[in-house]
């Protein structure tokens, strides 16, 4: 069946960097635009940063800009985001989610943990 | 402070219609589709609506959207008690380029 798998969460310190990846099954994964959607403890959903299908475009949220990269390897089926200078505020569980229709998330990873702290 | 304003919470006894309301501008609901999404304890997000009333297969049809303007609003009706879950709607927004979603509503089944 369908699935996303996200991975490479944990513990790192303010300023460090950590990549996430998400590697997806069972549909044809390079026909898709994906997001990365995270969630604070107890907080809300905010949307982090988009990326095509083929990988030539890409949007993030302002929260992100300049400090997070979204990639993918459509030969791998796995969605990267890649996240620099971290901050506290970055703490969250971090979700892949792909686009559907437009920007109707239909398949949702289990989600990772990122925690920033020193 | 969230772009799309949801109330924080609602609530209902079983069987009766409960609605969410989700209000934003111009430049999201206003020109853009809804989404719906809800959000059991500790689970990952689920697709409730999209496009703005459509459901996909598998959402009962206790669950209905609608919008008018830049707002948008989420109806259950025959409420049940495994509806209890955070709702949240979202939007693409053409000013920041990105999705952008409400607040979340707590419902609360009675």
């Known amino acids: 069946q369908m699935q996303l798998v996200e991975s490479g969460g944990g513990v790192v310190q303010p300023g460090r960097s950590l990549r996430l990846s998400c590697a997806a099954s069972?549909?044809?994964?390079?026909?898709?635009?994906i997001h990365w959607v995270r969630q604070a403890p107890g907080k809300g959903l905010e949307w982090v940063a988009v990326?095509?299908?083929?990988?030539?475009?890409?949007y993030y949220a302002d929260s992100v800009k300049g400090r997070f990269t979204i990639s993918r390897d459509n030969s791998k089926n796995t969605l990267y985001l890649q996240m620099n200078s971290l901050r506290a505020e970055d703490t969250a569980v971090y979700y892949c989610?792909?686009?559907?229709?437009?920007?109707?998330?239909?398949?949702w990873g289990q989600g990772t943990m990122v925690t920033v702290s020193s | 402070q969230s772009v799309l304003t949801q109330p924080p919470s609602a609530s209902g006894t079983p069987g009766q219609r409960v609605t969410i309301s989700c209000s934003g501008s111009?430049?999201?609901?206003?020109?853009?589709?809804v989404y719906w999404y809800q959000q059991l304890p500790g689970t990952a997000p689920k697709l409730l609506i999209y496009?703005?009333?459509q459901r996909p297969s598998g959402v009962p049809d206790r669950f209905s959207g609608s919008k008018s303007g830049t707002s948008a609003s989420l109806a259950i009706s025959g409420l049940r008690s495994e509806d209890e879950a955070d709702y949240y709607c979202?939007?693409?927004?053409?000013?920041?380029?990105?999705?952008?979603f409400g607040g979340g509503t707590k419902l609360t089944v009675l």
């Open positions: 989610a792909k686009a559907g229709d437009a920007y109707a998330f239909d398949l």
């Open positions: 069972g549909f044809t994964f390079s026909s898709y635009d």
């Open positions: 990326i095509s299908s083929d990988g030539s475009i890409k």
């Open positions: 111009s430049s999201n609901i206003g020109s853009n589709f």
């Open positions: 496009r703005n009333n």
């Open positions: 979202a939007a693409w927004d053409d000013s920041l380029s990105g999705v952008v």
